[in-house]
Structure formats: structure tokens, C-alpha cells
């Protein structure tokens, strides 16, 4: 059970629930008003969506639902009821990355890595429906992702390879 469903309602108020994560059904048993940051985490056992300011503004927490950059913090579970929503664990594997995560690590693009999560998710988003952006665009997609180490040139280019290595490489 959530923790947010064990502490904010009653028994009755928690229902089953059944979402798509990464491709899988997936079913919890939780109040429809839990943040669904806290299911990805608590119940799930999904590491990449950060708690971050829990008030949806830092970025830390994006997951992508039916492809668009969502705030998983302030977006209630039930949100995610008949939608594919999708974690940085649902993107590749360690033997075979997804093209926008290996760019990241091939341009060095955190240091602390706290703000990785939103970047990748809002860089997918972003090249999902724009496979060539310009420096204007990146910076426009991920405006509301905060990196407060300040490695806001090398997140612009590893965007930017990640553009190169969708365009030139098979999928996977």
C-alpha cells in the first residue's frame, strides 16, 4: 500500500488501481489523489523520478505520460488511469541505453545527477516531436528543469547528440 494512501484517507477510500508503467500493467492499491511520484517510488520500486520541490517546479520528478512531460509529484495517480506513462527505467537497459541516456553520459552532463531524470524525460519528449532542434528549442523544452550544479551547456549538447545518434543509428 502507498504511504500516502495509509496516511491521508480511509480503509474505504483506498480502491485498486491498475496503470501502465513502462509498457506493463501494474496494479496498487492506493487513494486516487496519491501523488504518482509516490506510487512510482514506494510501490513500483522505480528510482528515477526524484522528489525534488514536490510542488511540480524543479523537474526532478518528469515521467512522460502518453508522451508528454508530466510532473509526477503534483499529478494524481488516478491521473495515470488509461494513459502509458513512462519512467527513465522504461527508456533502455544497461546493456543497451537509449540513444538520449548514453548521450548524456557521453557529453558529461551532471554532476550531482539529481536533475538527470527530468532532463532525459523532457530531452525525449522534446525529440520525440522535434528530431532536430536547435540550441532555441532545447533550451525552451527544458526551461522548467532546474540543474543547480550548472551544467546547463553540456545538458544543450548531450540534447544535441542525442539528436545526432537518433538520426544516424538504427533503432534498437
Given at each position: 500500500m502507498s504511504l500516502h494512501a495509509a496516511s491521508s484517507g480511509s480503509a474505504s477510500d483506498v480502491e485498486?488501481?491498475?496503470?501502465?508503467v513502462n509498457g506493463r500493467t501494474l496494479a496498487v492499491e492506493a487513494t486516487r489523489d496519491t501523488p504518482l511520484l509516490y506510487v512510482l517510488?514506494?510501490?513500483?520500486?522505480?528510482?528515477?523520478?526524484?522528489?525534488g520541490c514536490g510542488l511540480g517546479q524543479c523537474g526532478a520528478c518528469t515521467v512522460l505520460m502518453d508522451g508528454g512531460p508530466t510532473r509526477s509529484c503534483?499529478?494524481?495517480?488516478?491521473?495515470?488511469?488509461?494513459?502509458?506513462?513512462?519512467?527513465l527505467e522504461g527508456l533502455g537497459t544497461l546493456d543497451a541505453l537509449h540513444p538520449v541516456q548514453r548521450a548524456f553520459i557521453d557529453?558529461?552532463?551532471?554532476?550531482?545527477?539529481?536533475?538527470?531524470?527530468?532532463?532525459i524525460m523532457s530531452a525525449k519528449a522534446l525529440l520525440d516531436r522535434n528530431p532536430e532542434p536547435d540550441d532555441a528549442a532545447i533550451r525552451q523544452a527544458?526551461?522548467?528543469?532546474f540543474c543547480r550544479c550548472g551544467t546547463h551547456l553540456e545538458i544543450v549538447n548531450a540534447?544535441?547528440?542525442?539528436a545526432h545518434y537518433l538520426k544516424t543509428e538504427p533503432p534498437r
Amino acid at each position: 500500500m502507498s504511504l500516502h494512501a495509509a496516511s491521508s484517507g480511509s480503509a474505504s477510500d483506498v480502491e485498486p488501481l491498475v496503470i501502465t508503467v513502462n509498457g506493463r500493467t501494474l496494479a496498487v492499491e492506493a487513494t486516487r489523489d496519491t501523488p504518482l511520484l509516490y506510487v512510482l517510488r514506494n510501490d513500483f520500486e522505480l528510482n528515477g523520478p526524484k522528489y525534488g520541490c514536490g510542488l511540480g517546479q524543479c523537474g526532478a520528478c518528469t515521467v512522460l505520460m502518453d508522451g508528454g512531460p508530466t510532473r509526477s509529484c503534483v499529478v494524481p495517480v488516478a491521473a495515470a488511469l488509461g494513459r502509458d506513462t513512462l519512467t527513465l527505467e522504461g527508456l533502455g537497459t544497461l546493456d543497451a541505453l537509449h540513444p538520449v541516456q548514453r548521450a548524456f553520459i557521453d557529453e558529461q552532463a551532471a554532476q550531482c545527477g539529481y536533475c538527470l531524470n527530468g532532463m532525459i524525460m523532457s530531452a525525449k519528449a522534446l525529440l520525440d516531436r522535434n528530431p532536430e532542434p536547435d540550441d532555441a528549442a532545447i533550451r525552451q523544452a527544458l526551461r522548467f528543469n532546474f540543474c543547480r550544479c550548472g551544467t546547463h551547456l553540456e545538458i544543450v549538447n548531450a540534447v544535441k547528440r542525442a539528436a545526432h545518434y537518433l538520426k544516424t543509428e538504427p533503432p534498437r
